[in-house]
């Protein structure tokens, strides 16, 4: 007789499994971590009855001295600095540092206005 009770079905890249420990065994995990990935949807790993959720992603074109950066993480490793650093110069306004679309990118906050365009509002 088996023991605890019946898994819940699992699915993941390498396909359909009858729960998370079956499913971890089959990629080489450990059953904590195969019922992790499974909660938490990561890696493509989900329970068969939860529908999948979908994550977004915040990947923001940056534009620095140095060109345009599809991401802050690709610009700060271009200029050798680190991710706060870029940050931290878009946020002061440096000269050649902004974000390319900062209303597309969602980086906006009241009113959709971009946040360059906010300080300057304020200006009396």
Same mark, same amino acid.
């Given at each position: ?5 019946? &898994? ?6 390498? &396909?359909?499994?009858?729960?998370? #420990? ?21 890696? &493509? ?26 991401? #802050? ?12 650093? #870029? ?38």
């Amino acid at each position: 007789m088996p023991l605890g009770r019946p &898994g819940r079905p699992v699915i993941t890249p390498l &396909g359909r499994f009858e729960s998370a #420990v079956k499913a971890a065994i089959a990629h080489g995990l450990s059953p904590s971590h195969g019922h992790a990935r499974a909660k938490r949807q990561i890696d &493509g790993w989900r329970f068969e009855d939860e529908p999948p959720r979908f994550r977004r992603k915040w990947a923001i074109a940056v534009t620095t001295p140095g060109g345009e950066f599809p991401t #802050v993480s690709a610009a700060a490793k271009h200029h050798d600095i680190c991710c706060a650093t #870029v940050e931290a110069r878009i946020r002061r306004g440096e000269e050649g540092w902004h974000y390319s679309d900062p209303v597309a990118s969602g980086q906006t906050r009241g009113g959709g206005q971009a946040p360059q365009q906010a300080q300057e509002s304020r200006a009396p």
